[in-house]
């Protein structure tokens, strides 16, 4: 027997399944036919008959409602027409990232500048941007100067575009860093 190692993937959204013909179970629905009109409230068989004697399938729409309502409709036009619509709000979609940028105590004037310019790209581009400080030996008993860097690089970032702090001032060991977006 062959173990499969694959991971599932349970980002993936599982696409509703309507019911259709047959497998409508309520005895009555609120009938709509392929052209939108309202045909009233029908028994299940009949309306199951009534697609088939057009050539279509009986696609429960909305089971919730009270009678439920079935749609006369292609039932495979209609889920291509789901994917596509599915597919279009995923392209719309845009995932932030989080951008680093690292800085050191000893850093010169120019390279900050580099930096605050980087950092500006990063938030017009809507991203949110990670500042890391990382501090070494004996560096580490100068936090008060690492954040001082820190907040100047946030003033001369925000003086430019307009950025808050997603994520206050952290220290995780020898490391200080905090979260800034645009506002």
Known sequence: MRIS???????????YR??????IKSPQLRL???????????????AVALAQERGLDLVEVSPLANPPVAKITNYSKLKYQEEKERRKEKAKQKKVEVKGIRLSLRISEHDIEIRVNQAIK???????VKLELLLKGREQQHVNLARDIINQFIKSVDSVVPAQIE???????????VIIAKK
């Open 18 to 23: 309507y019911k259709t013909n047959q497998f």
């Open 5 to 15: 190692r694959r991971k599932p993937n349970y980002h993936q959204k599982a696409s």
């Open 32 to 46: 709509i036919d392929e052209d939108g009109q309202n045909l009233g409230v029908m028994d299940t068989v009949d």
């Open 122 to 128: 990063f938030l017009n581009q809507d991203d949110k």
């Open 167 to 177: 994520q206050p001032l952290n220290r995780q060991g020898g490391k200080l860093f």
